[in-house]
């Protein structure tokens, strides 16, 4: 059984800071990419940032110089660093990440129960 665990969301002003973290736990072997997605009301879950085990990222064009993804291995860890935040940046942030389990043969793909960001004044 694996889980992903968001934490860090919450209620913050326009021009503000977040940092998210999602750590996997279970019966892990191996994790390549993780990332981190969002939801706003009404519309689809869309990419905002993805990194894989050696570190190459890449963003949606909304975030990028405002967002950093970045993750530690060893803690099964990725974190979302979001500057600059907008009340558009409201939304759902849900973690992902493609895992091979302890004596799997084939890769995975995983969700957390996702955490709120509100950007609003």
């Known amino acids: 059984q694996v889980q992903l665990v968001e934490s860090g969301g919450g209620l913050v002003q326009p021009g503000g800071s977040r940092r998210l973290s999602c750590t996997a736990s279970?019966?892990?072997?191996?994790?390549?990419?993780m990332g981190w997605y969002r939801q706003a009301p009404g519309k689809q879950r869309d990419l905002v940032a993805r990194?894989?085990?050696?570190?190459?990222?890449n963003y949606e064009d909304s975030v990028k110089g405002r967002f950093t993804i970045s993750r530690d291995n060893a803690k099964n860890t990725v974190y979302l660093q979001m500057n600059s935040l907008k009340p558009e940046d409201t939304a759902v942030y849900y973690c992902?990440?493609?895992?091979?389990?302890?004596?799997?043969?084939?890769?995975?793909?995983?969700w957390g129960q996702g955490t709120q960001v509100t950007v609003s004044s």
């Open positions: 279970g019966s892990i072997g191996s994790i390549n990419v």
């Open positions: 990194i894989t085990r050696g570190g190459s990222t």
């Open positions: 992902n990440a493609d895992i091979l389990t302890q004596y799997a043969v084939t890769w995975s793909n995983y």
